[in-house]
Nanobody
Framework: QVQLQESGPGLVKPSQTLSLTCTVS??????????WSWIRQPPGKGLEWIGY???????YYSPSLKSRTSISRDTSKNQFTLQLSSVTPEDTAVYYC???????????WGQGTQVTVSS
């Protein structure tokens, strides 16, 4: 039973860096062959995939967000993190972490955490 839990500040000021942590239990983030994704949903809009960190530690980001995105991990804590820099109010969304299979199917999700970008 894999469980994921997002944590981090719910309010970020414009131009600052959004930083969230996903804590994983019931499975290792280094297990072949899973990928650990960040996904967001702005209010009234659909889901947007942000990027992933693979079991190997390699990363891949959405082209539209690549320049501002960094995903890293702490294997000793079984956690992975999202950093999104230079945020604007358009980055306001519910942010989810999720496990992705190689097929791009996300089988386990966190509950999501609201992040608001506002001064």
């Amino acid at each position: 039973q894999v469980q994921l839990q997002e944590s981090g500040p719910g309010l970020v000021k414009p131009s600052q860096t959004l930083s969230l942590t996903c804590t994983v239990s019931g499975g290792s983030i280094t297990t072949n062959y899973y990928y650990w994704s960040w996904i967001r949903q702005p209010p009234g809009k659909g889901l947007e995939w942000i990027g992933y960190i693979a079991y190997s530690g390699s990363t891949y980001y959405s082209p539209s967000l690549k320049s501002r995105t960094s995903i890293s991990r702490d294997t000793s804590k079984n956690q992975f993190t999202l950093q999104l820099s230079s945020v604007t109010p358009e980055d306001t969304a519910v942010y989810y972490c999720a496990r992705m299979q190689g097929s791009w199917w996300h089988d386990y999700w966190g509950q999501g955490t609201q992040v608001t970008v506002s001064s």
